[in-house]
């Protein structure tokens, strides 16, 4: 595996490879893998001749007061998994490369971006966008896989490859969870011992508004309601919003008809969480 | 010469000539071609194996009370003159192939677009910044040549492209002008005889500010003064703007040391014209 630290190399190593003829799977990264990080790899190492992983913790999608600073890094561990999942290049760019002063370029994905995560993260998703589409021309990948835990991202960039007419074509793969169900996250190792078993509610309300959707429940009200009872019991978590919306247009439904997306985020203590549960009620 | 109309069969053309090792120049235009695009068009054919035009007059870029309906329009015309140049392919997408409904990503380059036309334009760059960036992500040129006429939007371009890690080059070609010193626009049809005439001041105005500069005046404000002058005597002629700026970052300079670009705008009646000059002071 090489590992590329400049844009201009990664820009000529996938220069070559498309050259060549070769087909290149993307998976964009902040790296501190988890098995999360390695299924998206794994799919990629499956579907292409190269596998390309960028690991680049990005300050432009961290608000003022979030954890940029002190988002958990480990590159030399980072290498070795990356390494033994048989990724060919691990892209490890400085943010002086990626920003260079006078950086004034902004991607905007408007409505998919307002609602859940984007209320309490107003700069979050421009950031994401732009930066994915700075790696997309970069890497020029053939496919990008990223995980449904972050539900909003994906659809956010489905969104903007679709309305840029890129070429990419974006993979979204299931979250991947501990065995007691919490979803994987870089984050989780910011949580203490009783924050750590507070959290597991967040996984058994999603589990409870699984079970009544299955069970045909369609009011969006009373499932949120079965839902918010079970955070009630947990004095550790803080809800910042669960909501039922539209899988695709991320607006919230009452009525349940279509695909949906049970999204919920929650701070513990410092750490904010974020998990989800996709419905296809057709 | 090919023409196409859609999107997707423009994609595979210009992946079947990349896979082929073709180079690809784009002039992307809104069409009504006079001898400025054609000189953007025979660039594009000395430089590349390939010419592709696109004419797409780009609803996003115009403010409400501006001539999108009335922006002339003559596709037979153009098919000929493009054809006549060496074109080997004019893409004219339809708007609802280019926006779909639910079309929500802006691309946004931020202070290069503040001044001049940005300050009457509020919507107009974004709507060329994102609509340039699909149309690289269609045809993906290796160079795109742009007139130095619409100044601005070369330098947002180049912004754009520099930010973003694009790998097009973007080519600035100089202004053509009639014999007499106006800038050809496709607008310029819009103007009444006596429009027609009183618009030559701002080539006049230009010429002035050009003599002193190579006379050594660096004071902006002096400049501006004699400039204004030239109007004063033209009441056909109201100015939008008329400025001295950073040839690269656009903000207004009072002592003129390095490239600047002397810029303006101004109406005649309904239409809108623009002019402007590059000069190296060093």
Same mark, same amino acid.
């Given at each position: 595996?090489?590992?590329?630290?400049?844009?201009?190399?990664?820009?000529?190593?996938?220069?070559?490879?498309?050259?060549?003829?070769?087909?290149?799977?993307?998976?964009?990264?902040?790296?501190?893998?988890?098995?999360?990080?390695?299924?998206?790899?794994?799919?990629?190492?499956?579907?292409?001749?190269?596998?390309?992983?960028?690991?680049?913790?990005?300050?432009?999608?961290?608000?003022?007061?979030?954890?940029?600073?002190?988002?958990?890094?480990?590159?030399?561990?980072?290498?070795?998994?990356?390494?033994? #999942?048989?990724?060919? #290049? $691990?892209?490890?760019?400085?943010?002086?490369?990626?920003?260079?002063?006078?950086?004034?370029?902004?991607?905007?994905?408007?409505?998919?971006?307002?609602? $859940?995560?984007?209320?309490?993260?107003?700069?979050?998703?421009?950031? !994401?966008?732009? #930066?994915?589409?700075?790696?997309?021309?970069? #890497?020029?990948?053939?496919?990008?896989?990223?995980?449904?835990?972050?539900?909003?991202?994906? !659809?956010?960039?489905?969104?903007?490859?679709?309305?840029?007419?890129?070429?990419?074509?974006?993979?979204?793969?299931?979250?991947?969870?501990?065995?007691?169900?919490?979803?994987?996250?870089?984050?989780?190792?910011?949580?203490?011992?009783?924050?750590?078993?507070?959290?597991?509610? $967040?996984?058994?309300?999603?589990?409870?508004?699984?079970?009544?959707?299955?069970?045909?429940?369609?009011?969006?009200?009373?499932?949120?309601?079965?839902?918010?009872?079970?955070?009630?019991?947990?004095?550790?978590?803080?809800?910042?919003?669960?909501?039922?919306?539209?899988?695709?247009?991320?607006?919230?439904?009452?009525?349940?008809?279509?695909?949906?997306?049970?999204?919920?985020?929650?701070?513990?203590?410092?750490?904010?969480?974020?998990?989800?549960?996709?419905?296809?009620?057709?």
């Amino acid at each position: 595996m090489e590992v590329i630290k400049t844009i201009k190399e990664m820009k000529e190593f996938s220069s070559q490879a498309r050259r060549a003829g070769k087909t290149i799977a993307f998976v964009p990264t902040m790296g501190f893998f988890h098995d999360g990080h390695l299924s998206l790899m794994r799919e990629g190492r499956r579907r292409c001749d190269l596998l390309i992983i960028s690991l680049f913790v990005n300050p432009t999608q961290f608000g003022p007061n979030e954890d940029f600073k002190n988002y958990p890094r480990d590159f030399e561990r980072d290498r070795k998994m990356a390494e033994e #999942v048989g990724a060919d #290049v $691990l892209f490890a760019p400085e943010a002086s490369d990626m920003y260079p002063s006078n950086h004034q370029t902004i991607v905007r994905v408007e409505k998919v971006t307002q609602n $859940l995560c984007g209320r309490s993260r107003p700069v979050h998703f421009q950031g !994401v966008a732009t #930066v994915v589409l700075m790696l997309f021309e970069i #890497v020029t990948p053939h496919a990008a896989i990223f995980g449904e835990k972050d539900y909003q991202q994906l !659809v956010t960039i489905q969104q903007m490859v679709r309305d840029l007419h890129m070429r990419v074509e974006v993979v979204g793969m299931p979250t991947v969870r501990e065995e007691d169900g919490l979803a994987m996250s870089s984050r989780n190792r910011y949580l203490l011992l009783e924050e750590r078993k507070a959290a597991l509610s $967040l996984y058994r309300s999603l589990q409870k508004a699984k079970e009544l959707l299955q069970k045909g429940e369609r009011k969006a009200e009373r499932i949120l309601h079965e839902m918010k009872e079970i955070f009630q019991s947990e004095p550790l978590v803080k809800i910042d919003y669960v909501q039922i919306c539209d899988a695709y247009s991320l607006q919230d439904v009452n009525q349940i008809e279509g695909d949906v997306v049970v999204a919920l985020a929650a701070y513990l203590g410092k750490t904010r969480l974020i998990d989800n549960l996709i419905f296809h009620a057709l």
